[in-house]
């Protein structure tokens, strides 16, 4: 809507009422010409009328097999073409077949993964998935998507279970840069960095903070992380690996030199401090609360990711900590947790948590290197396990030393979780340790648990529900 008085007089005319504007392309008038997905969606062309029913139906045939992930069948085909009729009588073929491709991304055939299984299963039985199920799987876990040609193809000849096919095709789909999604997914459900999108600390206090800062350091885990899987390293490596990922933004904000522009490129971290996972700001954001570092966050993080050991949950109305006089000295936030510990209440559970969230202390609420707390020295002093600690570098050392197979066995869970789609239950206690008992043949490789992960039972085999009936899952 453009008020009338914008275009009255002569010369420059400032339109003060325009409420919206749309502009729908193409520009020139042309049709877009032929693109890679057009020239996969449409295997044929029809040259006279006759030939469009067949060829979409051939068309349809071989997108519905893909997004049903196993062969289809009339009774599959038969709506898509009535929709295809319908575009068709509106418009042209391409309409039609964008009118069935609709349809299609909507069918719950597509958007769910119903798993067969025998008909005479009864409540509680274990049996193996098909081949096809499998596939399906597969391709959720490794490409958070739907299988291509070739696995499907591999699956219908009934191949894809043996053990030297299953472990090529897995290999296949890690090289693939469709599995950077689930690396990227992964790794924000697991290490919780995800929440970083919603975190807003306080400008006051951390006025650096920004969302290029934000960007900046989701990315580093995620790149991080991917090089870990891509060059088969030690699961371990993940807490003394002694590189990461920067650009200048962050790498300024890390305090590390000599690294410029916006790309982010392979920097070897010098500092020991600052080494593996507990280094990365988005890790030291999300455990911190928005104008402070929260000692309780961190060492939940660390007992509930790292160790697979979550806390209990605190006590109703646990007050907050006091905020500091302006005519009180300093008062750093070991010596306010001191005085939070006096209550007996809060003492046992904070024993556990606090020295794991005080050895990181060092770290501020966005990660930042600091020396002091509020003009008071930093104390990342700690005692963990009869081992005495002071800072991130000692506390990393002793997280390997002491605890390395805790955190083995909590990756191999967090990641057969992942694949799976659903949590653990005791009958999969024995698979969770006998996977990190494999892969440690292999110095815990990732493609070690990764293959052990596909082969193993769970992930091969299902259990009829107590009502006997199959589950869909999304």
Excluded at 5 to 22: I, M, N, P, R
Excluded at 111 to 133: H, Q, V
Excluded at 216 to 244: H, K, N, W
Excluded at 431 to 460: K, M, N, Y
């Amino acid at each position: 809507n453009v008020a009338p008085s914008a275009f009255e007089g002569e010369g420059d005319t400032v339109v003060a009422d325009l409420s919206s504007l749309e502009i729908h392309g193409p520009f020139n008038g042309e049709i877009p010409g032929e693109t890679p997905s057009r020239a996969r969606i449409f295997i044929c062309r029809p040259s006279i009328s006759e030939d469009e029913g067949p060829c979409a139906r051939q068309i349809l045939g071989a997108l519905t097999r893909r997004a049903y992930r196993r062969p289809v069948t009339d009774v599959d085909l038969q709506p898509l073409m009535e929709f295809y009729e319908l575009g068709r009588a509106a418009g042209d073929f391409e309409t039609g077949i964008a009118r069935a491709l609709e349809a299609l991304l909507s069918m719950p055939e597509f958007l769910m993964r119903a798993e067969t299984y025998p008909t005479d299963a009864a409540a509680g039985m274990i049996y193996p998935i098909s081949d096809l199920d499998l596939a399906s799987r597969l391709a959720a876990f490794l490409w958070r998507s739907i299988p291509d040609d070739e696995l499907l193809e591999v699956a219908e000849r009934g191949r894809l279970r043996y053990p030297a096919v299953l472990a090529e095709q897995t290999r296949r789909m890690l090289a693939d840069p469709r599995a950077k999604r689930w690396m990227s997914d992964f790794v924000g459900q697991w290490l919780q960095v995800r929440n970083l999108q919603s975190i807003v600390p306080d400008p006051l206090t951390f006025q650096e903070f920004d969302e290029t800062l934000r960007e900046a350091m989701l990315t580093e885990t995620e790149l991080f992380f991917e090089s870990q899987v891509d060059d088969d390293r030690s699961i371990l490596d993940l807490l003394r690996a002694d590189y990461t990922f920067l650009n200048a933004r962050l790498a300024e904000h890390y305090g590390i030199s000599d690294v410029y522009g916006s790309h982010f490129r392979r920097v070897p971290v010098v500092n020991p401090a600052r080494q593996g996972l507990l280094g990365h700001g988005s890790v030291l954001t999300v455990t911190s609360y928005a104008d402070r570092t929260s000692v309780v966050l961190r060492g939940k993080w660390v007992l509930e990711t790292l160790l697979g050991a979550p806390p209990p949950a605190p006590p109703p109305n646990v007050p907050p900590l006091p905020a500091n006089d302006a005519q009180d000295a300093p008062t750093s936030l070991r010596e306010k947790m001191e005085q939070h510990r006096a209550n007996p209440v809060c003492a046992t559970c904070h024993a556990n948590l606090d020295p794991l969230g005080f050895a990181v202390e060092n770290f501020d609420g966005i990660g930042r290197w600091r020396d002091d707390d509020n003009g008071a020295p930093i104390d990342a002093a700690i005692t963990w396990k009869d081992t005495n600690i002071d800072g991130p570098a000692e506390f990393r050392e002793a997280l390997l030393a002491q605890s390395e197979e805790e955190f083995l066995q909590t990756v191999t869970e967090k990641l057969l979780i992942f694949a799976l789609g659903r949590g653990l239950t005791y009958h999969d206690a024995p698979t969770v340790r006998q996977l990190v008992r494999d892969a440690g043949q292999d110095d815990h490789r990732w493609s070690s648990l990764i293959l052990g992960i596909v082969r193993s039972a769970p992930f091969q085999e299902r259990m009829v529900g107590a009502t006997g009936q199959q589950q869909a899952e999304q």
